[in-house]
Each structure stands twice: as C-alpha cells, then as structure tokens.
C-alpha cells in the first residue's frame, strides 16, 4: 500500500469520527433538553442546551454530506494542486540541489554511494565530450588509476648518476654503466613493509607491477653481464623514513632477488605523512642508448636529474610520456661546465605510470669534425 491512498484513508475516518461525535452529542443534549423541559428548568438553561444540541447535529451531518459528495473532488482538486507547484518549484529546486552539491561536496557525500558518484562524474564528463562511450573508458581509466591507487606522493625527487661500472666491481665482460638511482618523497604509507624486487621472467615481473605500492620491481633481460638475482647487478643501498634509517634485508631467488625494509605498523595506524627515501644501484648498457623510470603511483610536483659526468656520454635527452598538456621543464648545464647534468621538473600532478626516457650519444660516437678544406690561391693569368 502507498503512502498517498493511507493518508487519505486516514484523513476521511477523522473526519467521519469527528462529525459522529458532533451528531452523538447533539442526540445527548436534544436528550438533555426534553428532561430540562419535564423538569421545568429556567427556559434560559433550555435554550442553550436546545440550541447547542441543534448546532452540534446540522455541522456533524453537514460534514458527513460534504465529505461523501465532494471527497473525491477535494482530493483530486488537492492532487492537481500539488502536481501545479511542483512542476513550478522543480527547476528552483533542482538548481538548488546542483549549487548546493556544486558549492559543499560534503552534502554529495552524505547523500551518494561510490557507484552514484561514478555515475554522475560519467554523466558530466559524457556532457562535456559528447560521446558517452567515450567519457565511460575515459573514466573508467582514471578511476582506476588514480582513485583506486592506495598511495599519492607528493615533491618527489630523484636523482640519477650515471658512471662507467669501475663502483660495481665488475671487470671483463662487456663494458657497463653503474647506474645509483635515489628517489625521495612525502606520502601517506599503506603498507608496513617495502619490497624492492629485481627479476628477469617477464611474466613475474608483471604480477610484482600489480603489487605496487608495497613492491618497486626492476626488469633486467638475461644476457652475458646481466644477472638478476646478483647483488652486483641491483642491490638496494639505503632506507629511510622521516631520515631515520630502515634495516635492510635480502632474499635471492631463482632468476632474482627481493629487498625488504620495515616502514613500521605504527607509522601506517598513525595515518599520517612521512617523508620516504630510497636509494638503488643497478647496470646499465650503454650500447642499450637508453634508460627508462617510470612513476609507479600518482605523484605532484616531480624534479629528475640526471649527472652522467662520470660516464663516457656526450649528450644526452629525454622523452616523456605525459598525457597532459602540461609541458615538463627541462634544462641542462651548458657546454664547456665541469659537469654534465639534465633535469626535468614538472609541475602538477603526474599520473602513475608516466615514464620518462633518457635517451644518450656516447664518446665514442660522435663524429669527428671534418678538417678544413686548405686555401687555394689563383694564380694570375698570362
């Protein structure tokens, strides 16, 4: 049963009731007045109870008359009133709903389920691109990148040095770069310990990717020189949080090896920022021309840099891949400093796995100059 027929139903049974008891203490006091008048009481007392008595009973009977012939005519008048201000007071009130969720995301908050917000940014995004397909993946993708990831990072700073491999130990073999990666940023941490793994079967490498934030993994493909689960060819150095310094621990396995450093239960419970900083070290090719980093969680405000002084690179560049419109900065120190050195700053937020790609010339391939050509002198004729 609806609300509005058991509302009605209820309305006409006190009315019915009330004028009930109007004519059943009207029957009383015309009762009342006969035994005043056997009794020959003052005719002032008489009149009033004789003229109450009547009152009582025209206005009980009145009521049930206009409540039987014009009932449904009251109600459907009522209804077609209702539906009338309604319609006129439903664009103030949604406009008044819009401004309110537009201006407080608390109220949209108390009163929308995470599946109602999807729908509704899906609705938005589909008015503005005019393509519900299109607005539905284009979403899809953002939520799961961006809402769904368990950490956000914030001023993250990595530097990068680049030198000819005499720190890693290695000697023989083809020639390498020691390559010593230090990252270091604000986050809220969601996991008690850190694992840092290094692997060289793709399809393990891609179920560690899927652990992130609690796993950073580093893909070497197997070849003469590149060992995995040598602790020459990545080993991480150093640990810290808040600039306190976290014991490391190292498992190998076949085909790699795991890192594990405590962050702490506490510092996870206590839910709040902390400053964490990491330092790898790692080989490189340099025939490879190439080295990729890639951001694993969505990170504001991003600063690279990139000393290859101590290699034998002379020059280097970089390709990111940034699906915004936002432009990193890049610079680098000019020619003829006594050092080489790129950074790439960028400002805002980078999605997570935004990569860059620094790209190198080595020493050995850059092209000699040409000499120039020797004076000629014409000679003068005879």
């Known amino acids: ?104 995301k608390r109220d949209l908050q108390r009163v929308a389920s995470p599946e109602l917000l999807d729908d509704i940014a899906t609705n938005v995004l589909s008015l503005r691109l005019g393509d519900d397909q299109f607005a539905q993946e284009i979403y899809t993708d953002i939520r799961d990148q961006a809402i769904h990831t368990p950490e956000r990072w914030y001023d993250v700073a990595v530097n990068v040095r680049l030198s000819t491999a005499v720190e890693s130990g290695i000697t ?16 809220t941490p969601s996991h008690a310990v850190a694992r840092f793994a290094c692997v060289s079967d793709r399809d393990e490498f891609h179920e560690l990717i899927a652990d992130v934030p609690a796993t950073s993994t580093w893909f070497m493909t197997p070849r003469p020189g590149y060992d995995a689960s040598d602790q020459k060819s990545y080993e991480l150095v150093a640990f810290s949080v808040d600039g306190e310094a976290r014991k490391i621990r190292r498992a190998n396995r076949r085909g790699g090896q795991i890192y594990s450093a405590i962050i702490g239960d506490e510092v996870v419970r206590a839910a709040k920022p902390v400053r964490i900083r990491h330092t790898y070290r ?29 290699a034998n690179i002379s020059r280097m560049s970089v390709t990111d891949l940034m699906p915004s419109s936002r432009r990193p900065y890049v610079s680098q120190l000019p020619a003829g400093s ?10 805002g937020w980078v999605q997570a796995g935004t990569g860059f790609t620094f790209v190198w010339t080595l020493d050995s391939e850059e092209s000699p100059l040409p000499p120039s050509p020797a004076p000629t002198h014409a000679k003068p004729a005879a």
């Open 172 to 187: 023989g073999g083809p020639s390498l770069f020691d390559v010593l990666v230090e990252w270091e940023y604000t986050t």
């Open 338 to 347: 006594s050092g080489k050195e790129l950074t790439v700053d960028v400002s």
């Open 1 to 104: 049963m609806n609300r509005e027929p058991l509302v009605s139903r209820i309305y006409r049974i006190k009315l019915v009731l009330i004028a009930v008891t109007f004519v059943t203490v009207g029957l009383l006091l015309s009762v009342l007045n006969d035994w005043l008048e056997s009794e020959n009481t003052a005719h002032i007392i008489i009149a009033i109870t004789g003229g109450l008595s009547d009152v009582l009973l025209v206005t009980g009977a009145i009521g049930i008359a206009i409540d039987f012939f014009t009932g449904r005519d009251r109600e459907a008048a009522d209804t077609d009133r209702t539906r009338r201000v309604l319609q006129e007071l439903t664009p103030d009130f949604a406009d008044a709903v819009i401004q309110g969720f537009r201006v407080n």
């Open 282 to 310: 790692t080989i490189a090719d340099p025939a490879n021309h190439r080295l990729f980093l890639a951001i694993a969680q969505p990170a504001r405000n991003v600063s690279l840099e990139v000393d290859y002084s101590a």
